[in-house]
Structure formats: C-alpha cells, structure tokens
C-alpha cells in the first residue's frame, strides 16, 4: 500500500550500535504499529501509537523506544542493537475494523 | 499465553484444489476476524474478515467460515492457484473499539502446479 513507507528496506549494523527505523503514512491514520516477524513467532507488537506524542508498549517492548511527534511518523529506536534483534521490522496502521490493518513492505535488519 | 492460533505451519495442495487454513481462538470476547497473506520481502495484506455475528463471508475464491462454539475459524479458497502460495495469518480484535490485533503464528500454503 502506497500509504505506508518504511525506510530503510534494508540495514546492517553493529552490536551496540543505536538504529533508528522510520514509518510515513500519508493516511492520516491515528493508530500506528510496529511489529516484529520471526520464524516460528509469527507477528509480534513492539510498540504502538494510539496519537501523537501517545505510545504504549506492545509484548516484546524491552530493547526498543518510538517516538510520534507528528501524526505521519511512527520512529522505532534500538538503543543498543543486539543479534537478538535481528528480524524483519514491520509499520502498520489502523483502517478500521473490517480491515484491520495496513502494513508497510518492511525493514530487514541484521545486527552483527 | 497464545490467544489466536494456527496450528498447522504448512500446508501444501494441488492446484485446482481446496485449500482449507485453520484458526483457533480463546477469548470469547473477539468480534470480528480478519486474514492476511504475505508474500516473501512484502508486508502481510488484508485477505478477508468476518463479525462475530456472521458464520460465513464470501469474497470470490476465498470464504471464511466461523463457529463460535468451537471457537474456530476456517479460510477456504476454491479453486487454489499457484498465485495463492503464501503465508496466510490469522488476527482477532476485540469487543469495545480495541484496535489492537492479535496474530496467529502463521500457515505456509504452497499450491502446487
């Protein structure tokens, strides 16, 4: 969906390295997501947005921050990035209850 | 403590053929059901929902049914195309506005030519 864009697609960094994750919608949407998707755990919450500058954790929260100071952008920050942290990131945002949600194309990202 | 949940990780069919992806669930407080497909290097994409208060819902190849009193879902796709290899995900939302989604783990359908 043209209304989502994560950037970078892809991104290899460092152990203890900071790395910061970038979601734009040009939705307007309200509630915005950040997922994980490994194997065998399927998708997993992170974080989400529920407004701006409005944040709340999701399930698998330690390790990660996000900021939302515009309505447009969802940040996902590792601090300290760990090999544990190598997934594939997702942004989603809320289209309402027949839909759910809208994801963006992704992030891969590798610590090593 | 896994409220959605897709058993079977992988399935594989002839093309041409049913495919049946199972779902279950353990809040009886979910009302509405949703599936998404993702293909490799994409992100997930909305498939097809369900209400609570409906048993079936139909979109070309691709129904959903639901039974309440087993808590499970089913998606089926008639008839299965090559096209249709992909992991399929099942998600649950629940009663009150909530726009949380929970995910199943996901199933793997490869369709066979």
Known sequence: DAGITQSPRHKVTETG???TLRC??????RYMYWYRQDPGHGLRLIHYSYGVKDTD???VSDGYSVSRSKTEDFLLTLESATSSQTSVYFCATYRGQYYGYTFGSGTRLTVV | DQQVKQNSPSLSVQEGRISILN????????????????????????????SSIKDKNEDGRFTVFLNKSAKHLSLHIVPSQPGDSAVYFCAASLQGGSEKLVFGKGTKLTVNP
């Not at chain 2, 059901?33 to 994409?45: D, H, I």
Request: hydrophobic fraction near 30%; charged fraction near 20%; glycine fraction near 4%.
């Open chain 1, 57 to 59: 954790k999701g399930e």
């Open chain 2, 23 to 50: 779902c279950d669930y353990t809040n009886s407080m979910f009302d509405y059901f949703l599936w998404y497909k993702k293909y490799p290097a994409e992100g997930p994409t909305f498939l097809i929902s369900i």
């Open chain 1, 24 to 29: 734009h919608q040009t939705e307007n949407h």
């Open chain 1, 17 to 19: 390295t900071p790395v």
